[in-house]
């Protein structure tokens, strides 16, 4: 499985995203979800400039978002005893600027945020959405219990609990 993570944000003043931890986590939620061990993902930090580009042009929305994803082969999770397909899973995007702001108004850890937002990501990438209020549950619900796993596996105390209020918009291309 290939992981990628790539801090370009200049979040804090240098000192940036954990990006060893966010490979940790994205390999949890990837083998939690049954993924191909061959598929492939990157995970990018980007500024709020950065964000609001790729937020306007994808989603034709101003401003910094929390995450974008951008699938590639649409691959899917694998099922009891079958991991999915090999293949490219895709970007997710993260906004480190955006998720302090959101971390501070739920209180908890900025970092912590951005593992939600990651696991978020991901699970766009494997085809869940929240559009609708019980695809919404669905996703929230699989996307808190793939973080606190992966919390409790490092000995991590921690309870994020989403502060994404953004919905999904209908079409093919990048997810938020």
């Given at each position: 499985m290939s992981i990628d993570v790539v801090d370009e944000s200049s979040f804090a003043e240098g000192r940036g995203v954990d990006t060893v931890?966010?490979?940790?986590?994205?390999?949890?939620?990837?083998?939690e979800m049954?993924?191909?061990?061959?598929?492939?993902?990157?995970?990018l930090m980007v500024d709020a400039e950065a964000m609001s580009r790729l937020h306007e042009q994808w989603m034709d929305e101003p401003g910094p978002?929390?995450?974008?994803?951008?699938?590639m082969d649409?691959?899917?999770?694998?099922?009891?005893g079958q991991t999915s397909e090999p293949g490219l899973l895709g970007d997710v995007v993260v906004c480190p600027e955006v998720a302090a702001a959101q971390a501070a108004a739920s209180?908890?850890?900025?970092?912590?945020?951005?593992l939600l937002l990651v696991t978020h990501g991901i699970l766009h990438l494997l085809g869940y959405d929240h559009a609708e209020p019980e695809e919404e549950r669905e996703m929230f619900t699989l996307q808190?219990?793939?973080?606190l796993?992966?919390?409790?596996r490092?000995?991590?105390?921690?309870?994020?609990?989403p502060t994404v209020g953004h919905r999904a918009l209908p079409g093919s291309g990048p997810q938020g």
């Open positions: 931890e966010v490979a940790s986590l994205a390999r949890h939620v990837l083998d049954r993924v191909h061990p061959l598929a492939d993902l990157s995970v978002t929390d995450v974008m994803s951008f699938p649409q691959l899917r999770p694998g099922r009891e209180g908890h850890a900025t970092a912590d945020e951005v808190r219990r793939l973080v796993g992966f919390l409790a490092i000995g991590r105390p921690g309870d994020p609990t």
